[in-house]
């Protein structure tokens, strides 16, 4: 569904072009669900925005479905059916959940929309007609914008950190929420998470680190070798399933 061939990006700092990912390959198949994971600065999210078009790219080729979409904007690869949700989602003050969800659809009915809140879990009743504001939590605004992009029928999703700045309540129905639409909708689902809960929802984890990506494969092969490389200094066990491991990880990354 998407190949990605030889993929370099580089951004400019003060002094001199730094390149941040290096020789990307990458291959992603129809209706599978990917977690993206690595230490903080080694490429996930640059990663994810290259294949949106936010950042482009130094050499390489991106196809969509055979088609080569690496000279397109990212207004065209949307049209094409890519979708990318921030880690903080916008907030819009003065319009509705009802009016973005017809927007992000083109003008869906009632029933639809209803349809497309519940399947993140949210009452359309208590949703429809609150604004789009800082009234809402951040767990509320995650699952809304999910249903923005469940609303365009996209060929392929990606969620950078959807757990940032959300609560334990939000992130647990938050995970409910990508393992129920991952089932129901036809759609290829990227996660961008260190968070070993949404680790374990993925087909396939893929580990990148140093701007590479360095393996791809199920939860329990790319699991413990994430482990293996966790210089763990807690002084406790750290094996796959410890009660430690999982807070190591994320320490050891922050």
Same mark, same amino acid.
């Given at each position: ?13 003060? $002094? ?73 989602? @916008? ?32 009452? @359309? ?36 950190? @959807? ?19 991952? $089932? ?58 410890? $009660? ?11």
């Amino acid at each position: 569904m998407l190949k990605i061939r030889d993929l370099s990006v580089s951004i400019q700092d003060e $002094e001199a072009s730094v390149e941040i990912l290096k020789d990307i390959h990458l291959s992603l198949s129809d209706h599978a669900l990917y977690v993206i994971t690595g230490p903080n600065g080694g490429g996930k999210s640059s990663l994810a925005k290259a294949i949106m078009g936010i950042m482009p790219a130094d050499k390489g080729q991106i196809f969509l479905n055979e088609e080569d979409i690496t000279s397109k904007s990212m207004s065209e690869r949307a049209q094409m059916g890519i979708g990318y949700a921030f880690q903080q989602p @916008p907030r819009f003050k003065g319009m509705t959940v009802s009016e973005l969800l017809e927007i992000a659809s083109g003008g869906d009915s009632y029933d639809k929309k209803c349809s497309l809140l519940y399947d993140v879990g949210l009452c @359309p009743q208590d949703y429809l007609d609150r604004e789009v504001d800082t009234s809402l939590s951040g767990g509320e605004l995650k699952r809304i914008e999910i249903a923005t992009l469940l609303a365009r029928k996209l060929t392929l999703a990606i969620y950078d950190e @959807p757990e940032a700045g959300i609560d334990l309540w939000s992130f647990t129905r938050l995970t409910e929420t990508f393992k129920n639409i991952h $089932e129901k909708y036809n759609t290829t689902i990227v996660l961008i998470s260190h968070q070993e809960r949404i680790l374990s929802l993925a087909d396939d984890i893929i580990l990148i680190a140093d701007g590479k990506v360095k393996e791809q494969g199920s939860k329990d092969l790319i699991w413990p070798m994430i482990m293996d490389e966790v210089a763990c200094t807690c002084g406790a066990s750290c094996g796959e399933g410890s $009660e430690h491991s999982a807070d190591c990880y994320r320490s050891q990354i922050a």
